[in-house]
């Protein structure tokens, strides 16, 4: 199945902003995470289409997932 | 320097230094602030007229070596708002001012002339002087003067022509390490000082130096302080990319008000996001990291730099750059970035202002995505008090009320930054209750609801807002009192080891022996002294509510609207 991935901040580094990529249907936002050599302690916050996701939830085809380090401000 | 209250009588132009009261005695920024407003200000005063108090506070751990410690808190009566009102910010003066000992400085009366007035402290002293040469000028001619005119560095304390002319947008700025602009930006303060014609505080601390009772302990709590900070990764993203490392999440979440908060996403997001500020800052020569004051261990500035290289603007923050861009549609950040220097210049709220005229815009003042013409708006109008200028520089609600606007981002007539109510629930509720008017600083439910920090709680859900207001809300007050930046909360929400340092700094401090339970009552002190004045002013419940237009308009990509009853808000107060 087809899924975009987003990335940001400095996950992006020898990576990519967003890429539409290829991956088998029982994919789980971890496993998407690891395929990309990102550490999932690095991960601060997930979303699935603009929604917070946990890290073992499913994908299915179609679905925007973005990724993102430990961030803050205001 | 034993500490003392500097007090300016600007009515007979007399100056006093006195002892502290002793309920003062445990208070320090916010907390001192509000409790000499709410002790000697007249709640139902005009803020512009001579029974309005102008109190300035270093925190209680200003001036020491304390990591991030140096934050000053300004107080009053709020011309924009009408509640009681702290602003606070960084730069160099929170720190030589407790040097000098001053742990207030009241500013009351107002002159009978037409008179431009400085003040200048030193240790135990305030003098009071006519001031002629750097009336009208831009915060950044004010501070070159200045400096040359005194001859050494010293803390100066400014308003810009916006505080001249009294808009109820304008800034009290602070001056940085660089001699550039930090502001206490919210609420109009910068007002409340043109109305007691006082162009200029400089602070000069000599020798002057902190006492701490218990060195020792001291020195131990700061490292563990300082260790919890530096190690926390909010800290350390912060450091890379600024705040504005928010506009993609904030984007992505559905929550980034475009286009005067008719949408939650804006397609210009990556072209103003802090990832492309951050590389355009290394091509250009300029500094990713940067501190607005000494001993900030975080350094979420930066200084950014115009294609030619040359300086254009620091602290640019992430609500700013938001309430230019994605609240403007405007996507190009050297635009923003003009705009941002000349409101540093003026003088005047970057939030208050930007959000004005992004009501404008909705009114058909001018385009909306037109950043050339925003940046003329503020150059032509609002820096030369043009009746358009002083329109927009009255901040968001009077522009929508003098172009028949109804979708009107304010509460307490004070615009509503960077967060979309809707699709972020909690902030919500801090707009609403906040004792000073739409401020997300005063209870960052973003951390939880969005960013993952402190728990989570999910940002769509009614469930669990209020609560996460109202604990958020309690110890913000009461870190705002300790001259701390606010972004030691990210550590302190995560890591174990920061709240009781910073307690341990505080007691060390003072030589007194205050627990976790002092500190949480300490927050709900201030939020009750603060609300009391409200009500005194005449606020009741009903002012604790979010703009109609958020209940009747869904809110794209989630399509939702502001549910809360008024019932659910109010629970706010039960503590």
């Known amino acids: 199945m087809k899924i975009t991935v987003k990335l940001f901040a400095f996950f992006r580094q020898d990576r990519f902003k967003e890429e539409e990529r290829r991956y088998p249907d029982t994919t789980t936002v971890t496993d998407v995470i690891q395929g990309l050599g990102i550490a999932v302690d690095e991960v601060g916050v997930t979303m699935i289409n603009s929604r917070h996701c946990a890290l073992d939830s499913s994908l299915k085809a179609g679905d925007v997932l973005a990724i993102f380090p430990v961030i803050g401000g205001g | 320097m034993a500490d003392k209250i500097f007090r300016v009588n600007m009515t007979d132009l007399t100056t006093s230094v006195e002892e502290v009261p002793a309920d003062w005695a445990g208070h320090g920024g ?3 602030t509000s409790t000499i407003v709410a002790a000697e200000v007249p709640p139902t005063c005009h803020p512009l007229g001579p029974n309005n108090k102008l109190v300035f506070a270093p925190g209680l751990l200003s001036g020491t070596a304390a990591a991030n410690s140096g934050r000053l808190s300004c107080g009053a009566k709020s011309p924009l708002t009408g509640t009681i009102k702290e602003a606070n910010a960084g730069g160099t003066s929170a720190q030589l001012l407790a040097k000098a000992g001053c742990k207030a400085l009241i500013i009351e009366g107002q002159p009978k002339d037409d008179n431009w007035y400085s003040l200048h402290i030193t240790p135990g002293n305030i003098t009071l002087n006519k001031e002629e040469e750097v009336v009208g000028k831009g915060n950044f001619d004010v501070v070159e003067t200045l400096t040359e005119r005194l001859g050494k560095p010293m803390g100066i304390i400014t308003i810009g022509p916006a505080g001249e002319m009294k808009m109820a947008a304008a800034n009290v700025s602070v001056k940085d390490p660089d001699g550039k602009i930090r502001s206490c930006g919210r609420g109009g303060l910068g007002a409340v000082m043109g109305s007691k014609r006082v162009k200029f505080i400089s602070v000069d601390s000599m020798d002057g130096k902190v006492e701490i009772a218990d060195p020792d302990k001291f020195r131990e709590a700061n490292k563990t302080f300082a260790k919890a900070l530096v190690d926390h990764p909010v800290s350390q993203a912060l450091g890379t990319y600024g705040t504005n490392v928010l506009v993609n999440i904030i984007n992505e979440s559905g929550g980034l008000p475009t286009r005067n908060f008719s949408s939650g996403q804006f397609e210009g997001h990556e072209e103003i996001s802090g990832e492309t500020m951050h590389d355009l ?15 900030c261990v975080i350094q979420c500035s930066q200084v950014f730099n115009d294609a030619k290289k040359k300086y254009k603007t620091s602290g640019f923050e992430y609500e700013s750059i938001w309430a230019l861009g994605a609240d403007c549609a405007v996507d190009n950040l ?19 202002t930007a959000v004005a005229i992004g009501v404008a815009m909705e009114a058909g003042v001018l385009e909306f995505g037109d950043g050339e013409g925003l940046v003329r708006i503020l150059r032509e109008e609002v820096a030369k008090g043009t009746p358009l200028g002083r329109i927009i520089g009255a901040g968001a609600a009077t522009v929508g009320r003098a172009y028949g606007v109804t979708r009107v981002p304010v509460v307490k ?3 509503i930054p960077a967060y979309d109510p809707r699709a972020i629930k909690g902030i919500g509720i801090t707009y609403a209750t906040s004792t000073q008017g739409a401020d997300h600083t005063m209870g960052y439910t973003i951390a939880t609801n969005v960013l993952g920090v402190g728990g989570s709680v999910d940002p769509l859900s009614k469930e669990g807002q209020v609560e ?6 309690i110890a913000t007050a009461a870190i705002d009192s300790t001259g701390m930046c606010l972004f030691i909360a990210f550590a302190a929400l995560d890591d174990t080891t920061c709240l009781p340092a910073l307690i341990d700094l505080i007691n060390a401090r003072f030589g007194i022996s205050l627990t976790g339970d002092d500190v949480v009552s300490l927050g709900k002190y201030i939020l009750k002294t603060e609300h009391d004045f409200n009500t005194a002013a005449g606020f009741t419940k009903e002012d ?11 809110v794209a990509p989630h399509n939702v609207v502001w549910d809360f009853e008024g019932e659910e808000i109010d629970t706010f107060w039960d503590f």
């Open chain 2, 30 to 32: 916010r907390g001192l």
């Open chain 2, 281 to 295: 800052i290394k091509e250009r020569g300029g500094r990713v990291k940067h501190n607005c004051h000494k001993g």
């Open chain 2, 334 to 352: 050297d635009h923003i970035a003009e705009a941002d220097h000349l409101l540093d210049d003026i003088g005047i709220d970057s939030i208050e």
């Open chain 2, 413 to 415: 007539n004070q615009a």
């Open chain 2, 468 to 473: 996460l207001s109202r604990n958020l809300q």
């Open chain 2, 544 to 554: 604790d509510r979010l703009p109609e237009f958020f209940s009747l308009e869904p």
